[in-house]
């Protein structure tokens, strides 16, 4: 099943169910009106959600309506959580050598995680409005799970069966804060602007195959404008998403709508290109001396999609963002 | 005016108008079923609200209730984002050393934030379930604000603006997973389970003197098992909350409902005491070498309470809670 969310005027949008080739819709909302409303009473709308997909699947397709992917906002136009990990270690590896911190004692074995801000999500082509170029704008590909209301202390393999949706993300990134906000021991903040949404969010059961080990098996594909980036494949994630729900949920539980990411998809051999700026930076200082590749300037163009083995485009669809300059000017980065 | 929220078995609970004495309130339902949806249209029902607050304090008090905290819930019993600042510096330095991590550059100009769980707050008598006394559990007493929605860029000065409500906090902490956590760079998310709030809300204005300056000039009270655990004042707050804000919304805005909080309550007089266990251990050491205070068991209780000048109960009622164990067993810290 294939769920996306449509403007409406209102901040939580209008749920729609989309058909598998994406090009019709149809209302949601005789079953629910918005996808956290679905989310919270999952079982009680899932029946009617899969009625409404066999519908628009139909050759008939009574109700539906065409599907534009520019009238859609993130599949949670924003919710109550969303906690990002760092399971790809050759990502977290390059990261700490660009931040210049010192390796995480049990790197392997606890996943790192940051809360980021879930109360205001961008669309598929929403315009990513920020201040400063100084503040060295990057992008981040990567996956993520949307879940069920989570119990505290739920184990690894327990936890994957709360994920309800899979969804492709790009969290917009300013690595000019990273470093610092890195040492300061409190974890990113001034570092993570709103975070963006590829249109469509599936079930996992949508993924067939590519839905494995908890883990999304399927290459991430990063164009700037318009000129291939990367391509690295999900397979290597180290932790999967049940080990980071599992983390997530161990001293607290995790309401509906929670969305627990992968962290930036990498992997260890370079001819897959990276799916952020500051990673491909690192590798051109290691194997050249030097990063040459600079940050994101007002006016670029990031587009990211997830590809099946056949180099097809996968069922999220893309996300197809400009970098634009918000109206405030480039201030003073103290408070004073 | 006060504001409070009582149970109704809905997730967002009913929000009331209290009057000055706490003994009254009045359901705000015909204004705004909740304060979540007052926030987000605050100028709309600010007047509403306000009439209701002349009602229940007027003599007849028409329509009202007794007001009873042990049916409240947090006054917002899940938001859109919680963040938490560390804006009394005596406390900072004292967690550094606690915590074994290195001094922070720009300590003493740029605040420190974490993003904490918006999603599952405790009201001011629910029990605090956690997993496991081995994860060294404290608590920590702070003030925080609660905004309207507020723009990206927004200048310290007029960021007070947007301030709508004020309120007492207990900010549980695990001390076991924070010095992890703070060295990992990715802030704190284990360490941090669900945050607790005193019953009522209070806005600017209902403080007179006591809010100055983007402080609260007031003293926190701590309790531990009914015994005085530290009173300190709030003016000894560095950075303001209007600083708090601007450095959030530095590279976002923030959505109404955004809680922003001043990190545990702390002065440089040791005669005052202590907001949290792990600071008064550090104290102990300092002085004795060792420390000799323990993390909490479970069955013990904590009080917090603001105090006026003259030693009176302040405005937001007392958060009292009792630290009981989850039911899942304490288990393996790793994901695996």
């Known amino acids: 099943m294939k769920l996306a969310t449509l403007r409406n005027g209102q901040r939580d949008g209008r749920l729609v169910v989309v058909c598998d080739d994406a090009r019709r819709c149809i209302d949601a909302c005789p079953?629910?009106?918005?996808?956290?409303d679905a989310l919270e009473r999952w079982s009680a709308v899932e029946p009617g959600l899969q009625e409404l997909s066999r519908t628009v699947n139909a050759p008939a397709a009574l109700g539906a309506m065409p599907f534009d992917t520019h009238q859609c906002m993130a599949p949670l136009p924003r919710t109550w959580q969303w906690l990002d990990g760092s399971a790809f270690l050759n990502h977290g590896r390059l990261m700490e050598r660009a931040f210049?911190?010192?390796p995480v004692a049990d790197f392997e074995t606890i996943p790192l995680m940051y809360q980021g801000a879930a109360d205001d999500f961008l669309g598929p082509h929403d315009s990513v409005l920020l201040p400063c170029e100084a503040d060295q704008?990057?992008?981040e590909g990567e996956f993520g799970v949307v879940l069920s209301e989570t119990p505290m202390g739920v184990t690894a393999e327990a936890a994957l069966?709360?994920?309800r949706l899979i969804v492709l993300i790009n969290d917009w990134s300013l690595r000019a804060f990273g470093p610092r906000e890195a040492k300061s021991g409190f974890g990113?903040?001034?570092a993570k602007p709103s975070t963006a949404f590829a249109p469509i969010a599936v079930t996992p059961d949508e993924l067939g195959p590519a839905w494995q080990g908890g883990r999304v098996h399927l290459?991430?594909?990063s164009q700037r404008n318009g000129e291939w980036f990367g391509h690295p494949h999900g397979r290597e994630m180290h932790f999967h998403f049940g080990q980071l729900i599992a983390h997530a949920a161990r001293t607290r539980k995790l309401s509906a709508g929670t969305i627990i990411g992968s962290g930036t998809v990498s992997n260890t051999d370079v001819n897959a290109g990276s799916s952020c700026i500051a990673e491909r930076r690192m590798v051109e200082v290691i194997a050249e001396g030097a990063p040459y590749t600079g940050f994101l300037q007002f006016g670029e163009r990031i587009r990211i999609a997830a590809l099946y083995a056949d180099?097809?485009?996968g069922p999220f669809g893309a996300l197809d963002q400009l970098v634009v300059m918000a109206s405030r000017a480039c201030g003073d980065k103290n408070p004073q």
């Open 100 to 102: 210049k911190v010192p």
């Open 161 to 163: 069966e709360y994920v």
């Open 188 to 190: 990113f903040l001034q």
């Open 311 to 313: 180099g097809m485009s």
């Open 31 to 36: 079953v629910a009106p918005t996808l956290l």
């Open 137 to 139: 704008i990057d992008f």
């Open 219 to 221: 290459r991430l594909q």
